[in-house]
């Protein structure tokens, strides 16, 4: 009797433990119509480059289509949506109004394609240091969005290094940040 008392209050308390991790897990997902971010990442800037993108992947599990209006954040002079297009077999960036995510579609940012461009950064995009940004869905609203950095040559968010391996992590910080010039994107 004694023994299943313990155990019991055991229980809970292991519960009561575990309850914190698991809300904050969940709370990204809840109160916006279905609308999920999954899979931020950015790739680290290379040398004195002032741009940077950043990728995230759109779920939408609402009942209704919606559209990714607009991306801000505290890092760079401005952040804009971006998409590529070909012109005359040359890959171009140009700034769309919205990034539309139909009722029950995946959306993907990739290179390549839409991304979150970051214009005129602070700092460089370093391996290893998030950012934020917040994002704002015509009907889901505003979600804020952890962006880990991986390395200068990741492809996607799976990859944790880059293609050729050679990372300077010993690299001095510029913060001479009003030399305008070199541009990466
Ligand atoms: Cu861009």
């Not at 240091?129 to 492809?155: D, H, R, S, Y």
Request: negative net charge; proline residues 4%.
């Amino acid at each position: 009797m004694r023994l299943t008392l313990f155990f019991a209050f055991f229980a809970v308390l292991f519960s009561m433990g575990n309850a914190p991790g698991a809300l904050a897990q969940s709370s990204q997902d809840l109160g916006h119509n279905g609308m999920m971010i999954e899979d931020p990442w950015a790739r680290a800037t290379a040398g004195s480059a002032k741009n940077g993108a950043a990728y995230i992947t759109i779920v939408n599990n609402g009942e209704n289509g919606d559209k990714l209006v607009s991306v801000q954040t505290d890092i760079a002079k401005s952040a804009e949506l971006h998409t590529h297009i070909m012109e005359n077999d040359v890959a171009k960036m140009r700034e769309v109004e919205s990034i539309e995510v139909p009722a029950g579609a995946t959306v993907v940012l990739k290179p390549g394609g839409d991304h979150l461009m970051l214009m005129g950064l602070f700092e460089p995009l370093e391996e290893g240091n998030p950012f934020q940004v917040l994002l704002t869905f015509e009907n889901a609203g505003e979600i804020p969005v952890e962006v880990p950095v991986k390395g200068v040559g990741a492809m996607e968010s799976g990859a944790t290094g880059s293609g050729d391996g050679d990372h300077d992590h010993g690299h001095s910080h510029d913060h001479d940040h009003d030399h305008e010039g070199e541009q990466s994107n």
